[in-house]
């Protein structure tokens, strides 16, 4: 004797995600941004050098520009650059 399931059909609702107010970039993370617009060649020791800032604060900058999508790393460690996401 067959046995009966009832069918159920997926329901197609919109879904209303809440726009994400980007926070401000600190006075440091903005310098990085900068300049590395006018130089995506640039090496971290010479940020760090440019901002007065010891090499880790541009380390922690760059990966917190990084999970914000608005940096990108193109290429090798040794040969690639920067990419300023807008």
Do not use: C, F
């Amino acid at each position: 004797m067959p046995v009966q399931m009832p069918v159920q059909m997926p329901v197609q609702m919109p879904v209303q995600m809440p726009v994400e107010n980007p926070q401000p970039l600190t006075p440091t993370a903005q310098g990085i941004l900068d300049i590395l617009v006018a130089n995506p060649a640039i090496t971290i020791s010479q940020m760090a050098d440019k901002l007065a800032v010891n090499r880790r604060t541009i380390e922690r900058n760059i990966k917190i520009l990084q999970d914000k999508g608005r940096l990108l790393r193109v290429g090798a460690t040794k040969s690639g650059y920067w990419q300023v996401v807008s």
